[in-house]
């Protein structure tokens, strides 16, 4: 069975909405949240970026995402798992391009060549 894969920046933000959420019901507390917070601060600001978004350190939150993987990937459920694969991929190609100059339409294309 083929599982979907997330090839825009809205299919990400609406995983890290409902991954935040289950989260914070187990654990609070959790620092994945912040990181996932800032993840989706970025993506959402990546258009018309804020003050605040455009001093989040892209591929420190891209780090902090991968080592969650590494450390916690056997646990996942396997499309939680290629989400956040997929989200730091994301993550990567914006830390790459120019926010505000560029757009996340550029990211969703970039996206979309990983679905060939």
Do not use: C, W
Request: aromatic share 6%; no cysteine; charged share 20%.
């Amino acid at each position: 069975m083929s599982l979907p894969i997330l090839h825009t920046v809205s299919e990400l933000l609406n995983f890290i909405d409902d991954f935040t959420k289950s989260v914070k019901n187990v654990a609070p507390e959790n620092t994945l949240i912040n990181i996932l917070q800032e993840a989706q601060e970025v993506l959402e600001n990546f258009n018309t970026p804020t003050k605040r978004s455009q001093n989040l350190d892209i591929s420190q939150i891209s780090g902090q995402l991968q080592s969650y993987i590494d450390t916690y990937g056997e646990q996942l459920q396997e499309h939680d798992k290629t989400a956040f694969k997929q989200l730091v991929a994301t993550l990567d190609i914006a830390e790459i391009l120019t926010p505000g100059s560029n757009t996340t339409a550029e990211i969703n294309s970039y996206l979309a060549v990983t679905k060939l």
